[in-house]
């Protein structure tokens, strides 16, 4: 479909690099939201994202 995109992220730790793969058409027959929910599923069991997530910092 498109092309492959690099995610760079900086934070205090250093930078970070992520390789982020084009997307693929839904596949047919299933209703798009469920279709879109399990390829969303499946890329999070696949690819994983823990790397991304991260607290808010307090204000004062």
Avoid: Q
Wanted: hydrophobic residues 45%; proline residues 7%.
């Amino acid at each position: 479909m498109g092309e492959d995109l690099t995610l760079i992220i900086e934070n205090d730790d250093g930078v970070v690099e992520r390789r982020i793969v084009s997307a693929v058409p839904l596949p047919h027959g299933i209703e798009r939201g469920v279709a879109a929910e399990s390829a969303i599923r499946f890329a999070a069991a696949l690819w994983g994202m823990p790397d991304f997530i991260s607290s808010a910092r307090p204000r004062k």
